[in-house]
C-alpha cells in the first residue's frame, strides 16, 4: 500500500472509526458494480492501487472540506463510487445530556470530562477536584464516597450518594454541563472503583 493511502486510511479511521479500504467495501450494490469491475481485489472491496489513491484524494480533500483536485487520466474513479463509499457527515455522537442508563439508576454515578489528567500539574490537584466536586454535588443530596480516577484518561469521578434521589438530581444538574471547556457526561454505575 503507498505512503499516501496508508496516511489517509489513517485519517479516516481516526475521523470515522473506519478505514478508506473497509469503507469501499461498505458501499451500496450500484456502487459496488464499478468495484467488481475492477476485477478480484473489487469483489473484495478494495480498488486497484490507482483508483484507491483518487478515491484517497477525494476522501481526504472532503475530510478537510476542500473542493477535490481532478483525477489525472486513466486513474479516475467514478465521483458517484467515490462520494458513495465516504460518509458526508461525521459518525453520530453520544448527547452528553442523555444519562447513562438511566433505566437503572443506582446511589453511585460516574461523572467523565471533569478534568485533563494531562494538563492538571500543581501538587494535590486531585483533591482540590475532590473537594470542589464534593462542594458542588452536596446541595443535590447527602455524598458517601467521591473517587477521582486521577491515573486513568477521560477525566473521571465517581461519586457514591446515600440515596438513589439524590444520584438522579446530581446527574441530571450535571449532565450535558460544561466544567472548564468540556462537557460532563453521566452515568449510573453498580459500584465505584475501591481505589484510584
Known amino acids: ?29 450500484s456502487a ?16 486497484p492501487s490507482a483508483q484507491l489513491a483518487s478515491v484517497a484524494d477525494a476522501a481526504l480533500d472532503m475530510a478537510l472540506g476542500v473542493a477535490p483536485a481532478p483525477a489525472a487520466a486513466g486513474n479516475a474513479v467514478p465521483l458517484a463510487v467515490a462520494t458513495q463509499a465516504i460518509p458526508t457527515s461525521a ?10 442508563r438511566v433505566d437503572n439508576p443506582s446511589p453511585h454515578i460516574l461523572v467523565q470530562n471533569m478534568f485533563d489528567k494531562d494538563e492538571e500539574d500543581s501538587p494535590g490537584w486531585e483533591n482540590d477536584i475532590k473537594l470542589d466536586f464534593e462542594e458542588e454535588c452536596a446541595q443535590y443530596g447527602t455524598i458517601t464516597n467521591v473517587m477521582v480516577m486521577s491515573k486513568d484518561p477521560g477525566g473521571k469521578i465517581y461519586a457514591s450518594f446515600n440515596s438513589v ?3 438522579m438530581s446530581c446527574a441530571k444538574n450535571l449532565a450535558g454541563r460544561w466544567f472548564d471547556k468540556r462537557q460532563l457526561r453521566v452515568e449510573f454505575v453498580d459500584s465505584i472503583p475501591s481505589s484510584s
Open 165 to 167: 434521589d439524590g444520584a
Open 32 to 47: 459496488q458494480q464499478a468495484l467488481l469491475a475492477a476485477g478480484p481485489a473489487g469483489a473484495l472491496g478494495i480498488m
Open 1 to 29: 500500500m503507498n505512503e499516501k493511502i496508508g496516511k489517509v486510511n489513517a485519517a479516516m479511521n481516526q475521523l470515522t472509526g473506519s478505514s478508506l479500504t473497509t469503507m469501499i467495501g461498505r458501499v451500496d450494490p
Open 91 to 100: 459518525p453520530p455522537s453520544v448527547d452528553a445530556k442523555v444519562i447513562g
